[in-house]
């Protein structure tokens, strides 16, 4: 996806962003380029791709969800995908990225600091800790990682308000989905829209997951990491 085309298409998106938004994606660009082999950070390091399978992609999670003057965290947020993205596009929302990754942090703070990203912060430290600690403090709360669906969900759900929204990025959830209904039902939160679609050019799947929370979550979650990914809930 070459600039122009990326521009075109976030605008059906009902996004217009202004030359100072599409020159900081370009400077994040470049500096993922520089830093990349230092950090191991993403594979995708071709200019086209990363437009359209980082910065596009993070985007699209706008089609279930208004980003602008939210307050938003990050699972996992490795390169700042979709945490920088947002805060460059959205400057009115605040962002929190928690990332366990010392290195990954670093390169994120270099990031913020180049771009002058005042409404980010960046939290270096295991998501299930940091959800432990900040019960209930986010409008929203999203996670494009590559953890399982319900791994995702009793990670984040603690820190969304209620009638706050948790936001899945996943490609296909066919197989992370068996028996996740106990999952709505013990972290008080039920589906409230998904929408699957083909990304541009390559025709990749991707589904947008949004979760609505319906209560404070039970203070037994998230449980630690060992029972997490040894039980489900």
Sequence with gaps: MSKEEFIIKVKELGL???????????????????????????RIIEEEEVYLKH?????????????DNQS??????????????????FPNAQLTLIEANGKKCHFLNIVKESLNLDNVTIINTRVEDYSKKNREVFDIVTARAVAPLKHLLEYGIPLVKVNGYFIAMKANTENEEI????????????????????????????TIIKYLKLKETSSKYPRRYSEIIKKDI
């Design 16 to 42: 217009v962003l202004t030359d100072k938004e599409l020159h900081s994606l370009d400077r994040y660009y470049q500096i993922l380029k520089e830093e990349n082999s230092k950090y191991n950070l993403t």
């Design 179 to 206: 028996n996740i209904v106990n999952y709505y039902n013990k972290l008080d939160i039920k589906e409230e829209s998904r929408v699957i679609f083909n990304l541009p050019k390559e025709n990749s799947i991707r």
């Design 72 to 89: 938003i965290c990050d699972l996992g947020s490795g390169a700042g995908f979709p945490g920088l993205v947002l805060a460059i596009c």
């Design 55 to 67: 910065f596009y992609d993070s985007l699209t999670i706008t089609k279930v969800v208004n980003i």
